[in-house]
């Protein structure tokens, strides 16, 4: 079953601009991940942030986590061409797996 | 360099026929997973493996089975069973089995079409 939900489903924007990325789940959770997909390739790891946390930053990267809403978000800032991917958030609630979402599609215009 | 590999890139089966997927990691990771995507959607597990000589169901196992006879080592066969098989199939491996808290690493995926 796909526990995350994300919105949008896709976002264009120009280059520079930020984009931000929304997920929400259902049950309680250890710790939610940040996954990006280039067109044909596999998904790559980005960020994690755990269920005792608020807020991860990675660079250009920003990650937050409402557990009380169930939900997370992922900003991209002052975003380039090259970010222009699939971007999956994956909850985690017992070691062994993860359950991703269906993902935003990004675009980014230069 | 260290890394998961998958193959072939493209497959192609024909009907009534089972097919294999390989998938090989030098991480010296304890968890594989095998996942099917369609297009435009998220991953769906189809099965896992924890450690050697052990293997778990995910979502949608049906018409599906796997082996884990070595660490390195988790092909997934695509049974003739499974009646929509033309997916994208990624296989990804974790570190520690039961550690929360550690990421997936991904291969590029093998695509597979019916004929």
């Known amino acids: 079953s796909q526990q995350g939900e994300e919105d949008p489903q896709a976002l264009s924007i120009q280059e520079g601009e930020n984009a931000t990325m929304n997920c929400s789940y259902k049950?309680?959770?250890?710790?939610l991940q940040w996954y990006r997909q280039n067109s044909g390739r596999g998904l790559v790891h980005l960020i994690l942030i755990r269920s005792n946390e608020r807020e991860k930053h990675s660079g250009r990267l920003r990650v937050t986590l409402d557990t009380s809403k169930k939900s997370s978000s992922l900003l991209i800032t002052a975003s380039r061409a090259a970010d222009t991917a699939s971007y999956f958030c994956?909850?985690?609630?017992?070691?062994?797996?993860?359950?991703f979402g269906e993902g935003t599609q990004l675009t980014v215009n230069p | 360099d260290g890394g998961i590999t998958q193959s072939p890139k493209y497959l192609f089966r024909k009907e009534g026929q089972n097919v294999t997927l390989s998938c090989e990691q030098n991480?010296?990771?304890?968890?594989m997973y095998w996942y099917r995507q369609d297009p435009g959607q998220g991953l769906r597990l189809i099965y896992y493996?924890?450690?050697?000589?052990?293997?778990q169901k995910g979502d949608i196992a049906e018409g599906y089975s796997v082996s884990r006879e070595k660490k390195e080592s988790f092909p997934l066969t695509v049974t003739s069973a499974q009646k929509n098989p033309t997916a994208f199939y990624l296989c990804?491996?974790?570190?520690?089995?039961?550690?929360?808290?550690?990421?997936?690493?991904f291969g590029d995926g093998t695509r597979l079409s019916i004929l």
């Open positions: 991480l010296n990771h304890d968890a």
């Open positions: 049950t309680s959770i250890n710790n």
């Open positions: 493996s924890q450690i050697v000589n052990d293997f």
């Open positions: 994956a909850t985690e609630t017992s070691g062994s797996r993860l359950t």
């Open positions: 990804a491996s974790k570190l520690k089995t039961g550690v929360s808290g550690q990421p997936q690493h």
